[in-house]
């Protein structure tokens, strides 16, 4: 089925519209995360350097945001999740869109270079372009791994925040990529199992849809028993104190623990998806608990 194109702007644009394109949910993940890595990285910085790198990263979070709906706009019409988002809601003009996006983009990268350090500005322009373009453009379209492969966008905050401090790329950072890297997966397809009929409606290849359920249950259990040694790893290298060591184990056990229920069972034994609602809401929940452990690590500890 072909979504409803997007033609005409119906209402005027208000400031609400503009900053529900910058998907503020999505983006208070992503203003933690990079938080969570600035705290979390060794030596110092100066409150006001540090201000500006967490605005970086949300102002370029929000404007890949734009970007993708602007380029998803008659998509999000076709699907009832996303069809009174402002484009195909018609209270937008898609350039509009576009130009918003694009100068949030570009103004996020310039300022980060210029204020903080052009290495945590080369990071934030790759997830931009990561997000924008390999996931938004090429890859979700194209490919049922659109989200394995596009997980890379969501997990590059901690590390520029832990770069703003130091300067330079270690093998923490990257431990920190890799978690939220691997944590995608069974977190995005907990809600695609229970939205999937949306995605099939306007074609665009998720898992559950080409794949099936089954399929799909069977990866996000590999995905969530790699994520618990994983997540641990920090701690096993020396990276990180007993504190966010433990809490690691534990959030993972249990992330594993719900995954479980979520992957031997059937949707023929109830329509409620309430094993795979639990699991995407307990998802959220234990990013901001694990690097908030991480935080609270370095801080106890130091």
Same mark, same amino acid.
């Given at each position: 089925?072909?979504?409803?194109?997007?033609? /005409?702007?119906? *209402?005027? #644009?208000?400031?609400?519209?503009?900053? #529900?394109?910058?998907?503020?949910?999505?983006?208070s993940?992503?203003?933690?995360?990079? %938080?969570?890595?600035?705290?979390? /990285?060794?030596g110092?910085?100066?409150?006001?350097?540090g201000?500006?790198?967490? *605005?970086?990263?949300?102002? +370029?979070?929000?404007?890949?945001a734009?970007?993708?709906?602007?380029?998803? $706009?008659?998509?999000?019409?076709?699907?009832?999740?996303?069809?009174?988002?402002?484009? =195909?809601?018609g209270?937008?003009?898609?350039?509009? $869109?576009?130009?918003?996006?694009?100068?949030?983009?570009?103004?996020?990268?310039g300022?980060? &270079?210029?204020?903080?350090?052009?290495?945590?500005?080369?990071?934030?322009?790759?997830?931009?372009?990561? !997000?924008?373009?390999?996931?938004?453009?090429? *890859?979700?379209?194209?490919? =049922?791994?659109?989200?394995?492969?596009?997980?890379?966008? +969501?997990?590059?905050?901690?590390?520029?925040?832990?770069?703003?401090?130091?300067?330079?790329?270690?093998?923490?950072?990257?431990l920190?990529?890799?978690?939220?890297?691997?944590?995608?997966?069974p977190?995005?397809?907990?809600?695609a199992?229970?939205?999937?009929?949306?995605? $099939?409606?306007?074609?665009?290849?998720?898992?559950?849809?080409?794949?099936?359920?089954?399929?799909?249950?069977?990866?996000?259990?590999?995905?969530?028993? %790699?994520?618990?040694?994983?997540a641990?790893?920090p701690?096993?290298?020396? &990276?990180? +104190?007993?504190? !966010?060591?433990?809490? #690691?184990?534990?959030?993972?056990?249990?992330?594993?623990?719900?995954?479980?229920?979520?992957?031997?069972?059937?949707?023929?034994? +109830?329509?409620?998806?309430?094993?795979?609602?639990?699991?995407? #809401?307990?998802?959220?929940?234990y990013?901001? $608990?694990?690097?908030?452990?991480?935080?609270?690590?370095?801080?106890?500890?130091?």
């Open positions: 089925m072909t979504a409803t194109p997007i033609t /005409a702007q119906q *209402l005027p #644009a208000e400031w609400r519209d503009f900053f #529900a394109l910058t998907k503020p949910r999505v983006m993940l992503v203003i933690f995360t990079g %938080l969570c890595g600035m705290l979390a /990285a060794p110092t910085i100066h409150p006001v350097i201000f500006t790198a967490i *605005l970086c990263i949300a102002i +370029g979070a929000g404007g890949a734009a970007l993708n709906m602007w380029w998803e $706009a008659d998509l999000d019409a076709g699907m009832k999740r996303t069809q009174s988002r402002p484009i =195909p809601g209270r937008m003009n898609p350039t509009d $869109a576009r130009d918003f996006g694009i100068l949030l983009c570009c103004a996020s990268v300022i980060m &270079g210029v204020a903080v350090g052009w290495l945590a500005a080369i990071i934030l322009a790759i997830s931009i372009v990561y !997000y924008a373009v390999l996931y938004t453009m090429w *890859l979700k379209p194209r490919t =049922p791994q659109n989200i394995v492969i596009g997980g890379g966008a +969501g997990a590059f905050p901690p590390m520029i925040g832990w770069i703003a401090v130091t300067g330079d790329i270690t093998l923490m950072p990257v920190l990529f890799a978690i939220i890297f691997m944590w995608t997966p977190h995005f397809w907990a809600l199992l229970f939205v999937k009929t949306d995605y $099939a409606k306007v074609g665009i290849p998720m898992l559950p849809v080409v794949a099936g359920e089954a399929a799909t249950r069977k990866q996000m259990l590999v995905y969530s028993v %790699l994520l618990l040694p994983l641990a790893t701690w096993l290298i020396g &990276g990180t +104190g007993a504190i !966010y060591g433990i809490s #690691a184990i534990v959030l993972s056990s249990l992330f594993l623990g719900l995954t479980l229920p979520v992957t031997f069972r059937t949707s023929a034994e +109830g329509d409620d998806m309430k094993p795979e609602k639990r699991l995407f #809401a307990f998802s959220i929940i990013l901001f $608990a694990l690097f908030g452990m991480l935080v609270a690590d370095r801080l106890i500890l130091a």
